[in-house]
């Protein structure tokens, strides 16, 4: 297990579309995280969850953001509707319980929204 | 309001130089992540720190957490062209959830 993978890398859609990113987290954690990033910022938490709970939400993760992570490995984030504010690069991170402060990330998928 | 400021937003020194970079807040931690994070791609984890004063060095970068966790520092000396990218920190805050907290980073570029 090399590390936390998201796919895709890129993804180009048209306003009003619906998408949806994929992680895998490193094999053995159990947290795993979601964050968006806009040029210029740092992350933004959106959802985070332990194994199959989704254990906290910001406000951040409108009615048209939805996660899931039904068996406790891989999740999946999807934006109903997008909009092109929705642009930015989202990020999945994963981390041990027992070890909760050290968070590893992704490479990102950077949405743009035309 | 960002509850983890950093400082400076922007540095360009020559290679060779030292810096300090700065991570502050008026909460409290329990612990406290430095990242480093080049365009395009998500960012890297370099340290963990949990108590307070704790210091870790990583070859040329020492990093140190304030005594009442509610600060942090990373110093970089002799910096290299290789050091270049986007240095955040994020924290979990003590007794709130388990999400990780960023701050809005500080960008770096070290010059030949």
């Known amino acids: 297990d090399t590390g936390v993978s998201q796919n895709p890398r890129h993804k180009i859609t048209k306003r009003g579309q619906n998408v949806t990113f994929r992680c895998d987290p490193i094999?053995?954690?159990?947290?795993l995280y979601w964050y968006r990033q806009t040029l210029g910022q740092g992350p933004e938490f959106l959802t985070y969850?332990?194994?199959?709970?989704?254990?906290?939400k910001s406000r951040l993760l409108s009615d048209r953001f939805s996660a899931e992570r039904p068996k406790g490995s891989f999740s999946t984030l999807e934006i109903q509707r997008t909009e092109q504010g929705d642009s930015a690069m989202y990020l999945c991170?994963?981390?041990?319980?027992?070890?909760?402060?050290?968070?590893?990330f992704g490479q990102g998928t950077r949405l743009t929204v035309v | 309001t960002q509850l983890l400021e950093q400082s400076p937003q922007f540095l360009s020194i020559q290679e060779g130089e030292n810096l300090t970079v700065y991570c502050n807040s008026s909460?409290?931690?329990?612990?406290l992540q430095w990242y480093r994070q080049e365009p395009g791609e998500g960012p890297v984890l370099l340290v963990t720190?949990?108590?307070?004063?704790e210091v870790k060095k990583l070859k040329r970068l020492t990093f140190q957490f304030g005594d009442a966790r509610k600060d942090s520092s990373l110093h970089i000396t002799a910096a290299q062209p290789g050091d270049t990218g986007l240095y955040l920190c994020?924290?979990?805050?003590?007794?709130?959830?388990?999400?990780?907290?960023f701050g809005p980073g500080t960008r770096l570029s070290v010059l030949p």
């Open positions: 991170a994963s981390s041990l319980v027992t070890t909760g402060s050290e968070a590893f």
């Open positions: 094999s053995e954690h159990n947290r």
């Open positions: 969850f332990q194994n199959e709970a989704q254990l906290e």
């Open positions: 909460s409290v931690f329990s612990s």
């Open positions: 720190v949990v108590t307070g004063g």
């Open positions: 994020a924290g979990v805050l003590e007794n709130y959830g388990q999400n990780f907290v």
